[in-house]
Nanobody
């Protein structure tokens, strides 16, 4: 079982920045693939970014060049630095983790609202 707690969401103007954090309860954090998804009202949940156990990042095309995912294994935390935010980035952002056996765990989500 992995418990995930997100923080860092909020309201920001277009062009601004936010940094999301996700703290995981599991002591074997370094063995987890970590990532962020988002879900806007009326839309399906979509992958934003993920980072492998080897620190390889993957990004959705919509956020490439603007968002950066990183992890700190000593703090059991994954981060999502979001720059040049756009109104279309408005969504609930969910942290997730995936074990080596394919089990997935999700956080409750944090709201990000970008005003125009």
């Amino acid at each position: 079982q992995v418990q995930l707690v997100e923080s860092g969401g909020g309201l920001v103007q277009a062009g601004g920045s936010l940094r999301l954090s996700c703290a995981a309860s599991r002591s074997t954090f370094s063995s987890l693939t970590m990532g962020w998804h988002r879900q806007a009202p009326g839309k399906q949940r979509e992958l934003v970014a993920r980072i492998s156990v080897a620190d390889w990042p993957t990004y959705a095309d919509a956020v490439k060049g603007r968002f950066t995912i990183s992890r700190d294994n000593a703090k059991n935390t994954v981060y999502l630095q979001m720059n040049s935010l756009k109104p279309e980035d408005t969504a609930v952002y969910h942290c997730y983790s995936r074990t080596a056996y394919g089990y997935e765990y999700w956080g409750q989500g944090t709201q990000v609202t970008v005003s125009s």
